[in-house]
């Protein structure tokens, strides 16, 4: 009579598509009726990220924005700035996707391109790629009993990704230039950084408290006198993520999303107080380790018997990492540096690539060259954390502060002192058992067998071997784990 059985089916989140989608886009902006003509661009920078993803009907929706900011010269050889916001957005097929299915994306500016038009007109070129991970519930068929057979059962901890999320934190703020500083003719650059400093989960929500870095450049006078203001302030929002819970895990990169300005009066009528208001983008994966019990082999008792299993991929032996590091790069120019106006330093969400963490930081620098003429330079360096004997890891970098000397009249060299963030892991597949085919019965069974056994043998794999009890020859030979740590001969008692 053939055994009673039942069966149950293992579901987790797995990682089930992984694209990477360049973002090229050209836009054309005119310049408001407020602003003054072009006669020479300084600086024309663009900064792209991303407002939501979401997977609906077979398709992942991703919307973003981007920020173009140009710092320009008049026709008088005054300082001018404006700045635009345009949208954008990628729809990318994705089958066989269930209900539960969810993505993950970071984007990462490459370069920007542009072409003076007309004193009014200018087109700009910006590339970014969006990283892109997808999530989806897998089945595992599995055995979950069967009458009169040996099920070996085996404590695995693991971690899955259970949800992301792209959320954004709106910030007003107020602050003054130095009280010694004459009043703000016009502002003529601005850049941001945003921290994370604290996040704490609870049931379906999380508190997140973050920072905003905000530096100006300005002149004041008619003799076009370059200044600079920076300040610091505080944000916190609480976000809703449904199924997240204490004790989840929770890696955000925070960037500025976009960032405007303007100078505003006091009472006395001077211009010595700058408004910034914008929002930052925080997005997080959220990670949960679980330990749990699998069958991960049988086999019946005194019959013979062909096992099926099913490959169960797991994310094993996560390690939280929270480290602090300084990293040294070097900018060249073309041309000699008088005076360093400002160095505005952005990185790039990041991946995991050959057992490091690597990032891309995006330096802009603003500056007076031998002319005494206000130029701009552009260039960009990789950053790597080793986060060897790990085979993946989700991280997240945040910038504390840049500090730079010049090298030499063309070359200026930076420290940058960064937060790390990662929770890295190990891969593995693990064979659960999903069924036992039952055979021919076997009647030759001895009373007693002697086996040879090798150092690293497992007491379940001889124990199926002979048809025997793997807590039976354990106890019969004394032994104190199921891994042999020599050669030995052992007994195999009969069932």
């Known amino acids: 009579?053939?055994?009673?059985?039942?069966?149950?089916?293992?579901?987790?989140?797995?990682?089930?598509?992984?694209?990477?989608?360049?973002?090229?886009?050209?836009?054309?902006?005119?310049?408001?009726?407020?602003?003054?003509?072009?006669?020479?661009?300084?600086?024309?920078?663009?900064?792209?990220?991303?407002?939501?993803?979401?997977?609906?009907?077979?398709?992942?929706?991703?919307?973003?924005?981007?920020?173009?900011?140009?710092?320009?010269?008049?026709?008088?050889?005054?300082?001018?700035?404006?700045?635009?916001?345009?949208?954008?957005?990628?729809?990318?097929?994705?089958?066989?996707?269930?209900?539960?299915?969810?993505?993950?994306?970071?984007?990462?500016?490459?370069?920007?391109?542009?072409?003076?038009?007309?004193?009014?007109?200018?087109?700009?070129?910006?590339?970014?790629?969006?990283?892109?991970?997808?999530?989806?519930?897998?089945?595992?068929?599995?055995?979950?009993?069967?009458?009169?057979?040996?099920?070996?059962?085996?404590?695995?901890?693991?971690?899955?990704?259970?949800?992301?999320?792209?959320?954004?934190?709106?910030?007003?703020?107020?602050?003054?230039?130095?009280?010694?500083?004459?009043?703000?003719?016009?502002?003529?650059?601005?850049?941001?950084?945003?921290?994370?400093?604290?996040?704490?989960i609870i049931k379906d929500k999380v508190l997140v408290k973050a920072s905003v870095d905000v530096r100006l450049l300005y002149t004041v006078s008619d003799d076009e006198e370059i200044l600079n203001v920076s300040n610091t302030f505080d944000v916190s929002k609480i976000i809703d993520q449904s199924s997240i819970d204490d004790g989840d895990i929770m890696i955000s990169n925070v960037s500025v999303g976009n960032i405007f300005s303007k100078a505003k009066a006091t009472t006395s009528d001077k211009l010595n107080t700058v408004e910034v208001f914008g929002e930052i983008e925080v997005n997080s994966v959220f990670i949960r380790e679980n330990e749990s019990s699998y069958i991960t082999d049988g086999y019946l008792l005194k019959r013979n018997c062909e096992c099926s299993y099913s490959d169960f991929k797991v994310c094993k032996n996560g390690r939280l990492i929270n480290d602090n590091s300084v990293f040294t790069l070097s900018a060249e120019f073309s041309n000699e540096i008088k005076e360093v106006k400002e160095v505005g330093v952005t990185l790039s969400p990041p991946a995991y690539r050959n057992s490091k963490i690597v990032a891309k930081a995006d330096i802009l620098v603003i500056y007076e060259n031998e002319s005494d003429a206000l130029a701009s330079m552009s260039s960009s360096a990789e950053i790597e954390y080793d986060v060897s004997g790990n085979d993946g890891a989700y991280a997240a970098f945040n910038l504390n502060s840049v500090d730079y000397t010049i090298g030499s009249s063309k070359r200026l060299d930076l420290r940058l002192n960064i937060d790390i963030n990662a929770f890295c892991y190990n891969e593995d597949n693990i064979k659960i058992l999903s069924n036992i085919d039952e055979g021919e019965e076997l009647n030759d069974i001895p009373s007693l067998t002697i086996c040879f056994a090798k150092q690293s043998d497992r007491v379940w794999d001889i124990a199926k071997s002979f048809s025997s009890d793997s807590d039976l020859i354990i106890k019969e030979n004394n032994l104190q784990k199921d891994v042999l740590d020599k050669d030995r001969i052992l007994i195999i008692p009969r069932v």
Do not use: W
């Open 1 to 200: 009579m053939e055994n009673k059985k039942e069966y149950s089916c293992i579901e987790k989140n797995e990682k089930v598509l992984v694209k990477n989608i360049d973002v090229e886009e050209d836009f054309s902006e005119s310049l408001p009726a407020y602003c003054d003509d072009i006669y020479r661009v300084v600086k024309c920078a663009s900064h792209s990220f991303i407002s939501s993803v979401s997977v609906s009907s077979g398709e992942i929706l991703i919307f973003g924005k981007t920020e173009i900011m140009l710092t320009y010269y008049n026709e008088n050889s005054s300082l001018c700035y404006a700045d635009f916001e345009e949208e954008f957005s990628k729809n990318i097929a994705a089958e066989d996707l269930s209900d539960y299915a969810f993505a993950c994306a970071d984007i990462c500016d490459k370069y920007t391109n542009f072409r003076v038009i007309n004193q009014r007109r200018i087109d700009v070129h910006s590339s970014a790629e969006i990283a892109l991970s997808v999530f989806d519930k897998v089945k595992y068929p599995c055995m979950q009993s069967c009458n009169g057979a040996k099920l070996n059962n085996r404590l695995i901890k693991s971690a899955d990704v259970i949800a992301g999320n792209i959320s954004k934190i709106e910030f007003d703020e107020e602050f003054s230039v130095p009280a010694d500083s004459d009043s703000i003719k016009r502002i003529i650059s601005v850049t941001a950084n945003a921290k994370l400093n604290e996040t704490k």
